[in-house]
Nanobody, 116 residues
Framework: QVQLVESGGGLVQPGGSLRLTCEAS????????MNWYRQAPGRQRELVAT???????NYADSVKGRFTISRDNAKNTVYLQMNLLKPEDTAVYYC??????????WGQGTQVTVSP
């Protein structure tokens, strides 16, 4: 059974940093592109960052230069380093594993709140 478990969310002041972690199990991690999405209250879920099987990264314009996605295939883990956080980054952050052949899986989400 595939499981994605996020951790690392919390309350942080504007300008602060957090690192989110997503640990995967029950899957061949190296065969999936890994994504971080977020959903703020009253808004649609949006794609924040992607890292492909080969390690290529892509970011939403709103987080470019502030967030960094990385993966450790030996640990079946993907990270999202978030710096210079803004109140508008407040959302539930979700980890997603996606393969065109094998399917798409989601974690349960972790809350990030940026507030003075």
């Amino acid at each position: 059974q595939v499981q994605l478990v996020e951790s690392g969310g919390g309350l942080v002041q504007p300008g602060g940093s957090l690192r989110l972690t997503c640990e995967a199990s029950g899957m061949n991690f190296g065969l999936y592109a890994m994504n971080w999405y977020r959903q703020a209250p009253g808004r649609q879920r949006e794609l924040v960052a992607t890292i492909t099987i080969g390690g290529t990264t892509n970011y939403a314009d709103s987080v470019k230069g502030r967030f960094t996605i990385s993966r450790d295939n030996a640990k079946n883990t993907v990270y999202l380093q978030m710096n210079l956080l803004k109140p508008e980054d407040t959302a539930v952050y979700y980890c997603n594993a996606h393969s065109g052949l094998l399917g798409s899986f989601w974690g349960q989400g972790t809350q990030v709140t940026v507030s003075p």
